[in-house]
């Protein structure tokens, strides 16, 4: 493999790992801050003892988070030199608003609120993890701001041989920046939300702490129908910005060759890029997908082949992500609506709480395939229709890049092995005995 | 003017971070030394444990002002040194994960493992910045394009390996310093004896720098042509001699504030010593990345400006309130009661 191959798989290790952590981060900072709240307000100490157990599995996932985002910040100058030099003007701001105006008050505050149980008062305690909470998704948003910006570059000029910034108003309101931070979001809250259903149905189960188990239950099982409602209905705009922005994003999405109006959805297809056509199709949806991209079943789609076959993504991983996401989205939709009916008598419903401890895993997966359609899909762009992800490399060895990406491999390994044992063992061990049960 | 605000910016940043950080990445080389048994070790951890992860993201605002600032500078910096980067990261990231991870087992070999992670993670971090800034200061073998001719052997000359040990052994003193403040008793002598100790060493190694910084970079005769510029190395002297003054009566945190000036005066006359430089060429003058070769466009410093100069402020105001919230003494009882 060369450089640029092998610094797009150091690339691929780096941000997929990293993503594993990112969501309970976002997501699950937001629950612990509702439950210390709940907490103050209603003194009533299982809030307190939610906090203190579901912010103790926060913590363990936030610090894997941190230090892999380390890595993101690194890469894009040493393994993406040439592209850190052509738009840094733009894109390296957007990094550096992120390190001033959220990952202080995010870093700072996560030591304040994990030391100052005994130092602050109930309130201000509290306020920490809201800081947290804020910061961290304040922090996705200048991110995925940054990401909108490759995904659809806006409000710049082409000066001194470089992207320059010419309107950071435009930048930082694109539509696109916007949809992609609310989808992203909603994926991360799922997340969050699957975590503690699943976990609780297995203490639930075993019938240990239940009562705390069915409070931490019921505040994930609103939070959980909610988003998965909101990140489908959501969903399809992102379709129709993708029409307009991505073409050729969308339509490998869709494994879509032929330019067309009232254009259908196949819901079954396997794309066969050689002959450009798809190899087998059907379950077709008429007029579906000039409906989803255009809100009119008779609007224009552009096809693949309307663009030279240098410039588009590969189809079939982007086309089965795409299926994958859309499916799971509707499942948890199912399971949301099922948890949040049964909320009440949930400790009734054996067989589905035996099944949930074993969804944690797929808000995680979805939110995997979703940076892999708008990664792959953007390809062979590293910005939009502005410069290829092959001129962006850095002027370095393949031994260097090797070494790295095997040293990543490593160290990435024991970090997520590690990680992921103490999620399970402080998850199954439980909270800590209650006051009155202590005595 | 745009370009030398950000320049100021850029030096003041690493200042702040090496000043902040500089404390818990000693603290973490001399803990083997330091803490005897497990509650000690805890002691330490919990002198650097409210700190050192806001300390860190000054090395971050370091990173992303030479990002968003000066972008040619930071894709050749982050390019050619590209193998040092690396190991500063994974350092990092292994140093990270240690605090969180290191009291989540109850076995001894766990806690071995995750203490080494924190302990090379701390050393090396100071020897590879200090490696790649005396580097930075004689002069790094970039040529007109921007492309660095040389390997990691190439950053291993004697006068970058000389500034390797400089800031090892300048951590290492803040960090004993740091933790005398924060304690009492036998830990806070045994801290108090190490950082006089150390003081020896560092005073050697600061001054033999000091001079081979006189004929392995141009650093003193670009400040001695700005004579009012000489205050900076003064303000580095004067903190490395009043560091040991306060130190000998036990005024820890005067001593630890004196060696935070040595600090901020060392780093600050290196940078200015550059100016207009951010990585000059060693090749070629004419091909150095200067402050005005490398900057973003006029809007982009402007805006960045404005965003600098409404948030750090307030960075710093919440900062200073956590070091005051946690600035109470750590002893064997206050470690069992909480945490």
């Not at chain 1, 979001?185 to 019938?207: C, D, E, P």
Request: glycine share 8%; charged share 15%.
């Amino acid at each position: 493999m060369d450089v640029l191959a092998l610094s797009r798989l150091q690339f691929a290790v780096a941000t997929y790992f990293h993503f594993l952590f990112v969501p309970l981060t976002l997501g699950l900072s937001m629950l612990v801050a509702i439950m210390e709240t709940l907490y103050v307000r209603s003194g009533d100490e299982d809030y307190k003892r939610m906090t203190k157990f579901w912010g103790k599995l926060f913590l363990i996932n936030f610090a894997v988070g941190i230090v892999t985002g380390l890595t993101l910040e690194f890469q894009f100058g040493t393994n993406w030199s040439r592209y850190s030099a052509y738009v840094g003007d733009i894109f390296g701001s957007l990094l550096a608003i992120e390190a001033t105006a959220a990952f202080f008050l995010e870093s700072t505050f996560i030591a304040v609120w994990f030391f100052g149980w005994e130092k602050l008062s109930k309130k201000a305690h509290a306020t920490a993890i809201w800081l947290v909470a804020i910061a961290s998704n304040i922090s996705a948003f200048w991110i995925l701001v940054a990401n909108a910006w490759m995904q659809h570059p806006t409000g710049f000029v082409m000066r001194n041989g470089r992207a320059e910034l010419a309107d950071f108003v435009a930048v930082i309101t694109q539509r696109f920046a916007i949809l992609e931070f609310i989808h992203t979001l909603g994926g991360a809250y799922l997340t969050a939300g699957f975590f503690v259903l699943g976990i609780s149905a297995w203490h639930l189960i075993r019938k240990q702490e239940t009562e705390f188990f069915r409070k931490s239950f019921r505040v994930a099982a609103v939070w959980t129908l909610v988003f998965a409602l909101f990140e489908i209905a959501q969903g399809h705009m992102n379709a129709e910005i993708l029409g307009k922005a991505q073409p050729t994003k969308l339509a490998a999405m869709e494994a879509h060759w032929e330019t067309g109006r009232n254009v259908p959805m196949n819901l079954v297809a396997w794309p066969d890029a050689a002959h450009e056509r798809n190899a087998v199709q059907g379950l077709a949806v008429p007029g579906g997908l000039s409906l989803m991209a255009t809100y009119s079943t008779d609007g224009e789609v552009k096809g693949l082949k309307d663009y030279p076959v240098a410039e588009r993504p590969p189809v079939l991983p982007v086309f089965l992500s795409f299926r994958a996401m859309v499916g799971l989205a509707f499942l948890f939709l199912a399971v949301g609506l099922w948890a949040f009916l049964k909320r009440h008598a949930i400790t009734e419903q054996h067989r589905f709480l035996r099944v949930l401890p074993w969804l944690i895993p797929l808000p995680y997966l979805a939110n995997e395939l979703g940076w892999t359609i708008a990664e792959l899909g953007r390809q062979p762009w590293i910005v939009y229709g502005l410069m290829k992800t092959s001129d962006a490399v850095s002027p370095i060895s393949t031994g260097q890049v090797g070494t790295s990406l095997v040293a990543f491999f490593l160290v990435y390994a024991l970090l997520g092995a590690v990680d992921f044992y103490l999620l399970f063992k402080f998850a199954r061990k439980g909270p800590e005995a209650a006051p009155a049960a202590a005595k | 003017m745009f370009e030398t605000i950000w320049f100021v910016i850029w030096g003041v940043a690493w200042a702040v971070y090496f000043m902040l950080d500089g404390f818990d990445l000693g603290l973490g080389t001399l803990f083997p030394f330091l803490a005897k048994d497990e509650t000690e070790k805890r002691i330490l951890v919990n002198a650097m444990g409210p700190f050192w992860d806001g300390n860190e993201v000054w090395l971050i605002t370091a990173g992303g002002v030479t990002f968003a600032a000066f972008p040619r500078a930071y894709a050749i910096m982050f390019s050619g040194l590209y193998t040092p980067l690396m190991l500063l990261l994974f350092a990092l990231i292994l140093r990270g994960v240690a605090f969180e991870f290191r009291n989540k087992e109850d076995s001894r070999a766990w806690r071995a493992t995750w203490d080494t992670c924190l302990v090379a993670g701390s050393f090396l971090p100071a020897l590879l910045l200090g490696v790649a800034f005396a580097n930075i200061f004689q002069g790094l073998p970039l040529d007109a394009a921007g492309l660095f001719h040389g390997n990691l052997f190439t950053l291993l000359n004697p006068y970058g390996l000389l500034g390797g040990v400089l800031f090892v052994v300048i951590f290492a003193v803040h960090g004993a310093l740091w933790l005398a403040t924060r304690t009492e008793g036998d830990l806070q002598a045994r801290a108090g004896r190490m950082a006089t100790s150390l003081w020896i060493v560092e005073a050697v190694v600061a001054v033999a720098f000091l001079a081979m910084t006189w004929f392995s970079t141009r650093l003193w005769q670009n400040v001695l042509a700005k004579p009012v510029l000489l205050v900076l190395p003064l303000l580095a002297v004067a903190g490395l001699l009043a560091l040991r003054v306060f130190a000998a009566k036990g005024a820890w945190w005067k001593a630890w504030f004196a060696s935070s000036a040595l600090i901020l005066g060392a780093v600050l006359f290196g940078v200015a010593g550059l100016f207009p430089n951010l990585l000059p060429s060693s090749l070629d003058p004419a091909a150095s990345v200067t402050a005005f070769n490398a900057a973003s466009s006029p809007l982009t410093l402007k805006i960045m400006l404005g965003v600098v100069l409404c948030f750090l402020p307030i960075v710093i105001g919440y900062q200073v309130w956590v070091y005051l919230t946690f600035r109470d003494t750590l002893t064997a009882e206050s470690i069992r009661k909480g945490y």
